[in-house]
């Protein structure tokens, strides 16, 4: 997807505060953070959303990326929340799939 800003940023066609990547994804900081931590974790291939053909390698990449990011933000022990907005009702505003990775205070108790 050539005009996706997110396939950009993970493949560092667009300059970011890259924390943490690996093979298959990438994991940098939310522009708009809502939290301390707020960081996006998002697959270097594109896919409009986590329904959207995403295969294991891909899901262990993301999945690793968090892990390594609580651990280097320091959140692992205090708790942290992950939580992917899949569609307009949601309020995905980005169409490639993203993971956000928020910590660092206390969240609310609400998710919806
Ligand atoms: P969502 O509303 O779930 O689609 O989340 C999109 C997120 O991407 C929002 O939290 C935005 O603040 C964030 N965002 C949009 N553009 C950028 C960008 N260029 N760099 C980093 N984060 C961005
Ligand atoms: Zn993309």
């Known amino acids: 997807?050539?005009?996706?800003?997110?396939?950009?940023l993970a493949n560092g066609e667009i300059p970011t505060t890259m924390v943490y990547q690996n093979e298959f994804a990438?994991?940098?900081n939310d522009a708009s953070p809502l939290a301390p931590v707020h960081v996006l974790v998002v697959p270097k291939n594109h896919h409009d959303n986590m329904l959207d053909g995403v295969d294991a390698q891909t899901f262990m990449?993301?999945?690793?990326?968090?892990?390594?990011?609580?651990?280097?933000?320091?959140?692992q022990n205090s708790g942290f929340r992950v939580l992917t907005n899949?569609?307009?009702?949601?309020?995905?505003?980005?169409?490639?799939?993203?993971?956000h990775v928020l910590g660092g205070k206390r969240l609310s108790d609400s998710l919806a």
């Open 86 to 99: 899949v569609g307009a009702d949601a309020g995905q505003t980005v169409n490639h799939l993203h993971w």
């Open 26 to 28: 990438a994991a940098f």
């Open 1 to 8: 997807m050539s005009d996706c800003i997110f396939c950009k």
């Open 61 to 75: 990449a993301m999945v690793d990326c968090v892990e390594q990011v609580v651990e280097l933000t320091g959140i």
